[in-house]
């Protein structure tokens, strides 16, 4: 019997096969107390353990296709970043020394704990970017028991197969998990699978990523799929409704088919759109900017015909080392990596937006009942100089190969401003006394908090560029916690206040000759893209997988035609029934 499964959209589209069940992440550990005597033969199992996921990551690595997203090979970068931290390693060897756990045991114990500060971050990105952890702690908590891979494929069920009318052709395979790895990914490359279906993730997961990446619908946060599901078992992913239909009957089907193959026929003019100029019917050039949180991101930048990276998120560097922050060197070969990874189109490298909310480790413990409204961003930064410095002199450094331009999020006041420009000036300062090469950055500023908006004449006096962050602009003007389920519904990107906020910005730029873009969810939205246009924005920033269905929105747009709907739209009290001219 046919049912609907109801979860988060993350790619559009239409996705039919047959259900491929990822065992669930859950492990089970065991949990004992060792003798003082066996702490070296423990840390040496827990030693043995990690050295053998590092070889199955590089093995993994070694073996990856050309035609590989880059996203995948970059997360792979990532657990293995983590599986070799040091600090994070000596935590858990900590746990086995002092308390005398067994490894599984310390390993979870430390999981634990970073679990904790994870859930504390309000940015959605960061948040879910535990899932890394999780899955890196789970192969290796595997490997110290002995147990099999997570994921096994299904034989087929001809049966149903020709109920279905799909005669002996092969048959797509739709992975649903309680939540998948990059490495779970990696093990079904060679296979057949056409979308991903998880019980947990939002917008922004791993998952999210890499099914937006390789253009494979994908729902999220479909909450007990992978326990209703059966091994097998026919399934639809609609991606544009962010539903999975299971057992469909031949009716639906066949219904959903057409709409697939719609959906492939739409792709196919969309890619030849790559090399097309994002020009408006009126002639108004629009520029449409990647935003990147790792440097391998570009290869994907490039390959969407982005003409920049308009958001380069830096905390990946930062995240989960345990207070060990990255050192000079190693962020300027980051960010070098991304400059030469874009050929000579400028990157915009954002400051490390972290702090109370979003933790590096356990060594605050103070606990912040609004971590939303504490010490974060260029906050943290300038009460961390020494940190900063060595950010901005990494980023100085890397301008010297290509167009980079330095972000700071999350200004609200003058002394803020005053004190940030200080700081670049006594980078330079340290890099000319060290005699090191650097280049020149324009810097601009992240318009995300209301109070900021409503200062944009002091920050035009000082900035070269704005970019406003929408994301957060939404939550902080509406005193809205995004992280709060029973207030989530009333985050609107419509409210009349934020488009207010947003239409003043665009005004005031133009006025000024100072270029504003918009690097939030919204520049993504294609159901936001006319709007947008007729309030005068000319700088969008987006994942790469959106970029082309935006221009497709531009290349249709006649922004002259649109500014007088799109003033009606912002005089209304419910902009939202205006949307569609």
């Given at each position: 019997m046919s049912f609907s499964i109801h979860g988060i959209s993350v790619t559009r589209g239409i996705a039919i096969g047959r259900a491929v069940l990822v065992a669930s992440s859950l492990v089970d550990v065991t949990h004992y107390f060792i003798a003082p005597e066996q702490v070296e033969a423990e840390i040496a199992r827990l030693r043995a353990a990690r050295n053998a996921v590092v070889e199955e990551l590089q093995r993994m690595q070694a073996d990856l296709p050309r035609d590989l997203p880059p996203e995948l090979g970059a997360m792979l970068d990532v657990h293995l970043m983590l599986l070799q931290d040091e600090a994070l390693t000596s935590e858990i060897r900590r746990w086995i020394t002092e308390r005398l756990y067994n490894a599984e045991w310390a390993l979870a114990s430390q999981l634990e704990v970073l679990i904790r500060q994870f859930d504390e971050m309000d940015d959605p990105y960061l948040r879910e970017r535990k899932a890394d952890l999780e899955q890196v702690v789970e192969r290796v908590l595997r490997h110290l028991k002995g147990g099999p891979a997570p994921i096994a494929a299904p034989a087929p069920r001809a049966g149903r197969q020709q109920e279905l009318g799909l005669g002996d052709i092969d048959v797509p395979l739709v992975l649903v998990a309680h939540d998948l790895s990059p490495a779970d990914m990696l093990q079904f490359r060679?296979?057949?699978?056409?979308?991903?279906?998880?019980?947990?993730?939002?917008?922004?997961?791993?998952?999210?990523?890499?099914?937006?990446?390789?253009?494979?619908?994908?729902?999220?946060?479909?909450?007990?799929?992978?326990?209703?599901?059966?091994?097998?078992?026919?399934?639809?992913?609609?991606?544009?409704?962010?539903?999975?239909?299971?057992?469909?009957?031949?009716?639906?089907?066949?219904?959903?088919?057409?709409?697939?193959?719609?959906?492939?026929?739409?792709?196919?003019?969309?890619?030849?759109?790559?090399?097309?100029?994002?020009?408006?019917?009126?002639?108004?050039?629009?520029?449409?900017?990647?935003?990147?949180?790792?440097?391998?991101?570009?290869?994907?930048?490039?390959?969407?015909?982005?003409?920049?990276?308009?958001?380069?998120?830096?905390?990946?560097?930062?995240?989960?080392?345990?207070?060990?922050?990255?050192?000079?060197?190693?962020?300027?070969?980051?960010?070098?990596?991304?400059?030469?990874?874009?050929?000579?189109?400028?990157?915009?490298?954002?400051?490390?937006?972290?702090?109370?909310?979003?933790?590096?480790?356990?060594?605050?413990?103070?606990?912040?009942?609004?971590?939303?409204?504490?010490?974060?961003?260029?906050?943290?930064?300038?009460?961390?100089?020494?940190?900063?410095?060595?950010?901005?002199?990494?980023?100085?450094?890397?301008?010297?190969?290509?167009?980079?331009?330095?972000?700071?999020?999350?200004?609200?006041?003058?002394?803020?401003?005053?004190?940030?420009?200080?700081?670049?000036?006594?980078?330079?300062?340290?890099?000319?006394?060290?005699?090191?090469?650097?280049?020149?950055?324009?810097?601009?500023?992240?318009?995300?908090?209301?109070?900021?908006?409503?200062?944009?004449?002091?920050?035009?006096?000082?900035?070269?560029?704005?970019?406003?962050?929408?994301?957060?602009?939404?939550?902080?003007?509406?005193?809205?916690?995004?992280?709060?389920?029973?207030?989530?519904?009333?985050?609107?990107?419509?409210?009349?206040?934020?488009?207010?906020?947003?239409?003043?910005?665009?005004?005031?730029?133009?006025?000024?000759?100072?270029?504003?873009?918009?690097?939030?969810?919204?520049?993504?939205?294609?159901?936001?893209?006319?709007?947008?246009?007729?309030?005068g924005l000319r700088s969008f920033s987006m994942h790469p997988s959106q970029i082309l269905a935006v221009k497709q929105e531009i290349l249709r747009a006649d922004a002259t035609k649109l500014a007088p709907w799109a003033q009606a739209v912002l005089d209304s009290d419910e902009p939202a029934a205006l949307l569609a001219p």
């Amino acid at each position: 019997m046919s049912f609907s499964i109801h979860g988060i959209s993350v790619t559009r589209g239409i996705a039919i096969g047959r259900a491929v069940l990822v065992a669930s992440s859950l492990v089970d550990v065991t949990h004992y107390f060792i003798a003082p005597e066996q702490v070296e033969a423990e840390i040496a199992r827990l030693r043995a353990a990690r050295n053998a996921v590092v070889e199955e990551l590089q093995r993994m690595q070694a073996d990856l296709p050309r035609d590989l997203p880059p996203e995948l090979g970059a997360m792979l970068d990532v657990h293995l970043m983590l599986l070799q931290d040091e600090a994070l390693t000596s935590e858990i060897r900590r746990w086995i020394t002092e308390r005398l756990y067994n490894a599984e045991w310390a390993l979870a114990s430390q999981l634990e704990v970073l679990i904790r500060q994870f859930d504390e971050m309000d940015d959605p990105y960061l948040r879910e970017r535990k899932a890394d952890l999780e899955q890196v702690v789970e192969r290796v908590l595997r490997h110290l028991k002995g147990g099999p891979a997570p994921i096994a494929a299904p034989a087929p069920r001809a049966g149903r197969q020709q109920e279905l009318g799909l005669g002996d052709i092969d048959v797509p395979l739709v992975l649903v998990a309680h939540d998948l790895s990059p490495a779970d990914m990696l093990q079904f490359r060679k296979s057949v699978f056409a979308g991903f279906v998880t019980d947990v993730g939002g917008k922004t997961s791993h998952t999210a990523i890499v099914a937006r990446s390789m253009d494979i619908p994908a729902v999220v946060g479909a909450r007990s799929a992978s326990h209703l599901v059966r091994q097998d078992d026919w399934v639809i992913i609609d991606g544009d409704a962010g539903v999975m239909i299971v057992d469909p009957s031949p009716i639906i089907l066949a219904e959903y088919g057409f709409k697939q193959r719609q959906g492939e026929l739409e792709r196919g003019r969309l890619a030849r759109l790559k090399h097309t100029p994002a020009v408006t019917l009126d002639g108004q050039r629009i520029e449409l900017l990647a935003n990147i949180e790792q440097p391998g991101d570009t290869a994907a930048a490039l390959a969407a015909g982005a003409v920049g990276v308009g958001l380069f998120r830096t905390e990946f560097l930062f995240m989960g080392r345990q207070g060990k922050l990255p050192d000079e060197q190693e962020q300027y070969d980051a960010y070098r990596a991304a400059v030469e990874g874009m050929h000579g189109l400028p990157v915009t490298i954002r400051s490390i937006d972290i702090g109370a909310d979003k933790p590096l480790d356990d060594r605050r413990p103070d606990s912040h009942l609004n971590p939303a409204l504490g010490l974060r961003a260029i906050r943290w930064s300038l009460a961390e100089p020494v940190m900063f410095l060595t950010q901005l002199r990494a980023i100085l450094r890397a301008a010297a190969h290509g167009q980079v331009q330095l972000l700071i999020p999350m200004l609200a006041h003058a002394s803020e401003i005053r004190q940030t420009f200080e700081l670049i000036e006594r980078a330079r300062a340290q890099l000319d006394q060290r005699g090191q090469t650097h280049g020149p950055v324009k810097v601009g500023a992240m318009i995300e908090i209301p109070a900021a908006a409503l200062s944009l004449r002091l920050f035009l006096r000082h900035f070269d560029f704005l970019s406003i962050g929408t994301n957060d602009l939404i939550q902080y003007t509406l005193a809205i916690d995004r992280t709060d389920e029973s207030v989530a519904h009333l985050y609107d990107q419509l409210h009349p206040a934020v488009l207010r906020l947003l239409a003043d910005t665009l005004a005031e730029g133009a006025r000024q000759g100072k270029p504003v873009s918009v690097c939030g969810e919204m520049a993504g939205d294609t159901s936001m893209t006319r709007l947008l246009l007729g309030l005068g924005l000319r700088s969008f920033s987006m994942h790469p997988s959106q970029i082309l269905a935006v221009k497709q929105e531009i290349l249709r747009a006649d922004a002259t035609k649109l500014a007088p709907w799109a003033q009606a739209v912002l005089d209304s009290d419910e902009p939202a029934a205006l949307l569609a001219p």
